[in-house]
């Protein structure tokens, strides 16, 4: 059974940094073979792609919001973490960690595309 588990969420103030990690276990491949993402939702908003990594192709890719503060990586075939720096009230959602072992290039920010997904971790920031 595939589980993915997100962590690291928390209050901050706007200006401040974060940084999400996520875990996956029972997956046919190892984490790093996968198209891995972040994504996010606000209350009454749609679930919007943040970034993915897929580490086999060498492909990152960044929302135009985000692109500049955040930064996605991999420090080995389980681990996928996400950096958030000068965090604004805007940035204030649940974050999910999802997985696909498809290349979903051009598709990365489409939620229904990814087949795994993690419960999520709420971020809040205050102005």
């Known amino acids: 059974q595939v589980q993915v588990v997100e962590s690291g969420g928390g209050l901050v103030e706007a200006g401040g940094s974060l940084r999400l990690s996520c875990t996956a276990s029972?997956?046919?491949?190892?984490?790093?073979?996968?198209?891995v993402g972040w994504f996010r939702q606000a209350p009454g908003q749609e679930r919007e792609g943040v970034s993915c990594s897929r580490r086999s192709g060498g492909s990152i890719a960044y929302a135009d919001s985000v692109n500049g503060r955040f930064t996605i990586s991999q420090d080995n075939a389980k681990n996928l973490y996400l950096q958030m720096n000068s965090l604004k009230p805007e940035d204030t959602a649940i974050y999910y960690c999802?997985?696909?072992?498809?290349?979903?290039?051009?598709?990365?920010?489409?939620?229904?595309?990814?087949?795994?997904w993690g419960r999520g971790t709420q971020v809040t920031v205050s102005s």
């Open positions: 999802a997985a696909d072992p498809r290349s979903l290039r051009g598709t990365w920010d489409q939620a229904h595309k990814y087949n795994y």
């Open positions: 029972g997956l046919t491949l190892t984490f790093d073979a996968y198209t």
